[in-house]
Each structure stands twice: as C-alpha cells, then as structure tokens.
C-alpha cells in the first residue's frame, strides 16, 4: 500500500465530508476535501524566477571540451574530485559526484549540492533527501535501487543559483554519466536541473506533464520540482505526485516493471 509512503511525503489523505451539511457546504458536497486545507501557495523565487539562459554547448562539443569520452566511473569520479575549472572549487569542501547503484534504470538529477551535501560529499541529504526518499518510496523505490547527482559537482556560495558559466563547466560530468549508466528514465527535479538538462528555458508550469527525450538518446526525462521547494510549498506535494505518477507510466512504456 503506499498511503505510508503518501503520508510521508506529507500528502494529506482525502476523506468524504459527513451526508449533512449546511447550506453553505453544499457546493462542495460532490467533491472529495482534504482532512487539512492550507492556503494555496503560489510557486516560490526558487521555482518561478527568470529561466536560465539555453546552453551554447551541445552534449558533444562539451565532452571534448573537458576530455571525458573513454572514462569510466571510477576514471570520471577522480577527474570530478580534482576539477578545477570554474571558481567553485576554491570554496567547495568536498565535490559531490553522485551515488547509488550505478545499473539502475532510474537517474535522479537535482541542481546543485548544498551546505549538507558539501560537508558530506553525497547528494540529497538532510530534510530535502528524507522527503526524496519518501518520494522514491512512494514509487515503490529505494535511494539504493535509482542513481542520484546533480546538475553541478561543487556548491555555490550561499546556495545561490548556478551561473550558466558554472553549469557548462559541469556538463560533460552529467553528460558522461548518462551515457555511462544509461537510464530508463531520468527525473529532473527542479526548475534549474530541467532547463539545464533538456537546454529549454520553460517555467516549472510549463514543462511539467511534458513529454521530453534526452539529447537524441530516447531516455524519457519527466519534470518535477525539487524536494527542497516542497518543504517551502506543502501544498504542491500533490502536484508532485501526480509527476511521479506520469515517470512510472513513462517508465513502464521503456518496458520497466514497476
């Protein structure tokens, strides 16, 4: 049953109002409602500010670019640790590869790592990874089964934005990897990790529920926001659900069994 999993994202259950009801309520008679009903939320900077601009570099030019093409994980994972090419590793404690199985069929890509992922050197930690985890368990997944990274390898200052500089830099890693672990699907959380990976400049509103490929590989790539902006929004957990749902129906579509 996933109603465990559903409460521990925090998604209220939804009940059916008692027969009797005053005049004002009947409105609302034919319609399921919430146990809880918090005020409408509308999305946060950190998912309705200005998109990012579209990347200049294609998956190609940008693999060339940093000689990554032959690597394997481990040769990958060691040309990250002792990256030096934008100005983050002067202020990065540790750079956060990525972690999990590295044969799954499902790839986890967030924005950037955080003061919790900097000082430990995995990504999606703190409140933010305990609510994708109970995402990934209201899939009927575990953290261990999906692979997760990010869109950059090093945090920026005060969990400010990627530049678009920042995230060129970063991108033949992403890239390599992709084609290293070869998903079924990919699940971009967050508006930054969309834009960058699917090289649109959408909003969230936009390319939710949309169906996107990576690059010319025929990975489906579903959109959805970060865990991060739903601790912000609890109102939106629902929406994210529903995004969730649409993954595993694209999941099962590239012939994957739930």
Known sequence: ???????????????????????????????????????????????????IPVMELSPTQSRQSHNVDGLDWSGLESRVSECRICDLHATRTHTVFGMGDRNADWMIIGEAPGADEDKQGEPFVGRAGELLTAMLQAMKLRREQVYITNILKCRPPQNRDPSQDEIRCCQPYLHRQIEL????????????????????????????GQRFEYADTGIPVVVTYHPAYLLRSPTEKRKSWQDLQFALRRFAEQGGRS
């Open 1 to 51: 049953m996933r109603d465990p999993y559903l409460q521990a994202m925090g998604i209220e259950q939804w009940v059916r109002r008692e027969p009797h009801l005053h005049q004002s309520d009947v409105a609302e008679e034919k319609h399921d409602v919430p146990v809880k009903v918090l005020p409408a939320v509308a999305e946060s900077s950190a998912e309705a500010v200005t998109p």
């Open 181 to 208: 672990l070869r998903p079924k699907v990919i699940l971009a959380v967050g508006r930054i990790a969309a834009q960058s990976l699917l090289e649109r400049d959408e909003t969230m509103k936009a390319m939710r």
